[in-house]
């Protein structure tokens, strides 16, 4: 693993060999951004921790609701930071305007899939599972520094969408 890091930060290169092994990004910290992020990695295990408790939380509340996929799983060996937490309502554009109303910040990226955009000149092959996420999946307000009172908020206004409050 420490191989292919080292390679991809100099975008594929394996700087003894010279030999390219893939493409890479050139993703060199400046000593500011360095130092920034030396203080803030201290902090990410507690983090972490509080987003599990807020993802908790949200599953707690909101896992009996019909028409609501949450990001929730139970395998072996693997574990979730929720850098996001990405819901899925079968009510897609819906549910985010009412959480948008309500005060509730979301975030709906792709609402469009990449290869519907003209612009682009992909061509469309049909995905219908992809068309279905871009329709339905959503964010909801995933951050460390959200209070207690915040992410009730969150909750009650996410039930109070599908009749629950």
């Known amino acids: 693993m420490a191989t292919f890091v080292r390679r991809m930060r100099y975008n594929g290169e394996d700087r003894q060999t010279g ?3 893939g493409h890479g990004f050139t993703c060199l910290l400046d000593n500011l951004q360095a130092a920034f992020l030396d203080v803030k990695l201290r902090h990410l295990p507690a983090w972490i921790v509080r987003r599990k408790e807020i993802a ?3 599953r707690t509340a909101l896992s009996e609701i019909p028409g609501l996929v949450l990001p929730h799983y139970a395998r072996a060996g693997f574990d979730h930071v929720y850098q996001n937490y990405v819901v899925r309502s079968a009510r897609g554009n819906e ?3 009412h959480l948008k109303r309500n005060g509730v ?3 709906t990226q792709f609402r469009k899939p990449y290869y ?3 612009a682009l000149r992909l061509v469309d092959r049909g995905f219908p599972e992809t068309e279905a996420l871009s329709r339905e999946v ?3 307000p995933m951050n460390v ?4 009172e915040e992410i009730d908020n969150v909750i009650e206004t996410v039930r109070s969408f599908y009749g629950l409050a």
């Open 19 to 21: 030999e390219y092994h």
């Open 95 to 97: 549910f985010s305007e």
């Open 105 to 107: 910040e979301v975030l």
């Open 116 to 118: 519907k955009h003209e």
């Open 56 to 58: 908790g939380r949200y």
């Open 145 to 148: 520094e959200l209070a207690d």
């Open 138 to 140: 959503c964010s909801l």
